[in-house]
C-alpha cells in the first residue's frame, strides 16, 4: 500500500492532518495544563455531537469493544435481564458482554441486512422483565442502520434502559440521545469521530447513571468501572489534575482537534454531507448492477455501503480494487461473508473521495471480466452529487 493510497473502510478511516499532526506533537505529561484543557473540550464537545446536554462522558483508553464492555459492566449485573435488537455480527458481541457481566440475554433476530419491526421489539418487551435494550445504530457487518428513536421509544414506555452501539455512526448519522430519550451511547474513536483507534468513548445520561448508582454488586471489572473514572472525569472537565490510569494524551488531542472540526461544520450539515455521499455510492453501485445487502433503502447506513459480489466474482475483487489504488473490505457477517464487499464512506469523506472509490471498483470488474461499461458508475455518482 502506498501512502497516497486511499483508505475507504469502515474504520479505521483517512484523517484530517491537523487530527494526524496533533498525534506527532510533543509528548505532555497527563497533568499538564494545556492537556487538561483539552481533555475537558473534547467532554464538553462530546455532549454536542452525542446531543446530550445532560450526559456524562467517559473517554477510556481502549477501543469501541471496550465501550461495549464498559456499558454492559456498568448497567447490569447477576440476575438482571437484558434485551438485545440483533441487526448481525455487532450486536452478537453486545450480548456476549452483557453474559459476561452476568445478565440474562434475549435476541430479537432479523436476517441478516434487515432489522427487528417495532411490533415484534414491542413484543420481546412484554415478554420479560428486562433491565436494558441494546441496539447497533449501524451494524457494520450489514450496512444496516437500526431505527434507534423507534426502538428507544419502545424502551422508554417499558420503563426498560436504552443503549446504542454508535461505533460505526456517532459523529456521521442523526443521533439525538436527549430527544430520542436514549440512556447510553457509545463509539470508539477510528470511524466517524475522526481519530486514530484506540480511544473508547461512552456518553451516559441520567438514567443510566441512576442505574448504575441503584446497583446492589460491585461491578466486576476495575478498569471498567464508573466508580474509578467518574471523579477523573469530572476533575478534569474543571481542569483539575486527577489520576486513576494514565490517559493517552496525544489521541485525545487528536480526538480535541477532529471534534473541533465535526463541530465546526455543525452535526446537522455533517449527517446531510453523509447522506449525500451515502447515496451517490449506492447511484454509482445501483448503475453498475449492484445490489445492497441491507434489505431496503431505509435500512441502508450512511457510514458505510455493503455490496453484493456480481454473478463470477469473489472476494478476489477487494485486492483488484486494492491494485487499483483503494482499500476497501471484504464481508463480515459469519453466514455471508464470501458474498459480499463493504465500503466506508464516513469522517471526512469528500465528493472526491466518492468518484475515487467508484472509479477504482469499476476498473478492478473490468479487470475481473465483468460485463459493467466502464464509465456508468462514475456518470451515476457524479449525477447524485451534482
Ligand atoms: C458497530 C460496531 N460495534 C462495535 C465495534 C467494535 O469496535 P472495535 O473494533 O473498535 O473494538 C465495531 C467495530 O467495527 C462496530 O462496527
Not at 423507534?150 to 434502559?161: K, P, Q, S, T
Not at 441512576?210 to 477523573?232: C, H, M, N
Not at 465535526?262 to 451515502?278: P, S
Request: with cysteine; charged share 20%; proline share 5%.
Amino acid at each position: 500500500m502506498s501512502d497516497r493510497d486511499l483508505l475507504m473502510i469502515p474504520g479505521p478511516i483517512e484523517l484530517e492532518p491537523s487530527v494526524l499532526a496533533a498525534m506527532g506533537e510533543k509528548q505532555r505529561g497527563h497533568l499538564d495544563g494545556t492537556f487538561m484543557k483539552r481533555f475537558s473540550r473534547v467532554l464538553k464537545r462530546l455532549r454536542d455531537v452525542f446531543h446530550a446536554p445532560t450526559g456524562q462522558p467517559f473517554v477510556l483508553a481502549g477501543s469501541g469493544t471496550l465501550a461495549m464492555e464498559l456499558a454492559a459492566a456498568n448497567l447490569v449485573q447477576p440476575g438482571d435481564a437484558a434485551l438485545v435488537v440483533n441487526t448481525g455480527y455487532f450486536s452478537d458481541r453486545m450480548g456476549f458482554c452483557l453474559t459476561r457481566h452476568g445478565a440474562t440475554v434475549t435476541h430479537v433476530r432479523a436476517a441478516p441486512g434487515a432489522a427487528p419491526s417495532l411490533d415484534e421489539v414491542r413484543k420481546a418487551l412484554a415478554g420479560g422483565k428486562y433491565k436494558v435494550l441494546t441496539v447497533t445504530h449501524v451494524d457494520t457487518s450489514t450496512g444496516v442502520l437500526a431505527p434507534v428513536q423507534e426502538y428507544a421509544a419502545l424502551a422508554r414506555e417499558a420503563g426498560v434502559l436504552s443503549v446504542v452501539d454508535g461505533v460505526c455512526s456517532v459523529g456521521a448519522e442523526a443521533l439525538d440521545m436527549d430527544g430520542w430519550g436514549v440512556d447510553v451511547a457509545l463509539t470508539g474513536s477510528q470511524k466517524a469521530l475522526g481519530a486514530p483507534p484506540g480511544l473508547a468513548v461512552l456518553m451516559a445520561g441520567p438514567r443510566a447513571m441512576a442505574a448504575w448508582k441503584a446497583r446492589t454488586q460491585p461491578v466486576r471489572s476495575l478498569y471498567l468501572d464508573f466508580g474509578e473514572w467518574l471523579p477523573i472525569h469530572e476533575a478534569y472537565e474543571a481542569e483539575k489534575p486527577s489520576y486513576f490510569a494514565t490517559p493517552p494524551v496525544n489521541l485525545l488531542s487528536a480526538l480535541d482537534v477532529s471534534l473541533g472540526l465535526i463541530l465546526e461544520e455543525g452535526m446537522a450539515a455533517r449527517v446531510a454531507r453523509h447522506v449525500r455521499m451515502a447515496n451517490a455510492v449506492r447511484a454509482a453501485f445501483k448503475a453498475l448492477g449492484l445490489s445492497t445487502l441491507p434489505v431496503s433503502e431505509g435500512l441502508a447506513a450512511h457510514t458505510l455501503s455493503a455490496l453484493y459480489y456480481p454473478a463470477g466474482v469473489d472476494a478476489a475483487l477487494v485486492k483488484a480494487v486494492a491494485a487499483q489504488g483503494v482499500t476497501i473490505a471484504g464481508g463480515l457477517h459469519p453466514e455471508l461473508k464470501t458474498k459480499y464487499f463493504r465500503v466506508g464512506h464516513m469522517g471526512a469523506v469528500s465528493a472526491n473521495d466518492v468518484l475515487a472509490v467508484v472509479s477504482a471498483v469499476e476498473r478492478a470488474l473490468v479487470a475481473s471480466k465483468v460485463q459493467v461499461q466502464p464509465g456508468v458508475g462514475v456518470a451515476a455518482a457524479e449525477k447524485a452529487l451534482a
